[in-house]
C-alpha cells in the first residue's frame, strides 16, 4: 500500500488487519455491512465500515449484536456524550416548535448561541454559523481574502481542515489531495512543529518551525492568512508554549489573519474552552465545530473580531442550514452542561488521571515510544525502536483491533499514534476500564 495513505488522519480500511477484522464478525452483520459496501461510495477510511450501530448513549456505541463499546474517538463529537439528555430534550423541544429558519430570517436560539459564543474571548465577538468544520475553513479563508485583499495563505503539511477543495488545498494530507486535480492557488505549506516529546515543554527546536514561517512572509511580501490547528488533534502534536507567542507576534508584523483550527478540540476537550487559551494568545479567526452539535446536528461556528465584519455586500456562508433552531438550541445545551458538569475541570482531573497510567505503560512497553496530551486529548506513539523512533504501524493496527475485539474503540493516526479521546462526561470507572483494556493489548503484544 502507498505508504502515504497510512501516513494519514485516522486508520486505514483496506489492510489485511481490516479483512481479517471483517471475517471474524457474525454472518449477520456481514451480511449488513455488504449492503453498506453495495450502495456507498467507498472511500478511504470509511467503507467498509467496522460495524453496524444501533445505539449510542453516553461514552458507549451500541453495535447490531449488542456489543457496548467504549468510544474514545466519536469522530470529536462527543465531548458530552452520546444522547445527553440536555442535549435531547433541548434539540426535541426544538423539533416540535421551530425545525427551521429559512434563511432571510433569524430565531432566538441563534441569536443566544452567537451570543454566547461571541462572549466567551474578548475580540472575537462576531460570529457565523456553518453546517461542518470544512466549511466554517471556509468561509474563514474568504474573510481573510476580502479583509486583507491578499490571496495567498501559509499551512502546514499533514494538517486537515476539512473535505472540501479549498480545504484541501489548505490541507496537507495526500489521500485527500491526490488526482482531484488543480488546488487552490498560493497555498504555500510550511512543516508541522512535530513534537516527540510530552506536554507543551519550551523547545528551541521550535524556532526553526517559526524561522521558516517568516521566510515564507517575508519572501512573498503579499500572504494574507496563516491556517493551523492550535493542537493537532490526530497524532496529538502539541507546540511549545512560545511556538503560538510567537507565531501571533509574527502574523501582527506582516499583518497576516491567523486562523486556527479548533474543530475538534474545541468546546472542552484540552481542559479548556478553545485549546488557544493555553498559549495566552488570541487568533484573528476561530473555526469551531463537531461537539459543538452536540453529537447530535451537524453544527460549525467561526468567530471573528469586528475587522472581519466586512463582507455586508458578499456571501461567505450562504448555507441552507445557516441559523438553525435545533442546531442553536443542541449548541446551547452543550454549553450548559459543560458548565453544569464542570466538564473543563474534570477534562483536566481524568487527564491527570490517563498520564499517570500512560506514563506507567510507557515504563513498561518498549513499544511506546512516546505519551503526549492535553486534558483528555492523548496520543501513544507506536516505536519499533526507540532510538530510531522507526514507526510500529502493523502493531498498532493488531493493538487497536485486540481493543475493539474487548469493546474499546480509537483512531490510529499517521499509522502508528495510537489517540484516545474519551467523552468528558466518562466515569473514572469507566476510565480505568479503558485503561485497563489497553493495557492487555500491550501485554499481547509483548
Ligand atoms: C482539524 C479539523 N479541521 C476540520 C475538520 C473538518 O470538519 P468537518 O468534517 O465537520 O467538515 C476536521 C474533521 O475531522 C478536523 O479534524
Redesign the pocket.
Known sequence: MDDRILKV?GDINLTEGRKKWMNSLPSETRSELDKDAKWFIHQALSTPCLDILEGCEGPYLVTSTGKKILDFHG??VHQVGYGHPKVIEAVTEMLHKLPFSPRRYTNPPAIELARQLGSKIPGLNRVLFAP??????SIALKLSRIATGRFKVVSMWG??????LD?ISVGGEAPFRKNVGPLLPGVEHVPQPVMYRSLCENDPEQDMYVALIRQVFENEGDVGALIA?TIR??DVQIPAQEFWRKVRALCDEFDVTLIL?????AMGRTGKLFAFEHYGITPDIV?I??GLGGGVF?M?AVLTSDKFNVVANHSVGHFTHEKSPVGSAASLAVLKVIEQEDLLNRAVKLGQIMQARLLEMKDRYEIIGDVRGIGLLWGLDLVTNRGTKARAVAEAERIMYHCLQNDLSFKVSQGNVITLSPPLIISEEELERALTILEGAFQKQM
Open positions: 488522519e469522530n470529536n461542518g468544520g470544512s466549511e466554517a475553513n494538517a486537515f481542515h476539512g473535505a472540501g480545504a490547528e488533534d490526530t483550527d479548533e474543530i475538534p478540540i473555526t465545530g463537531k451537524p460549525a
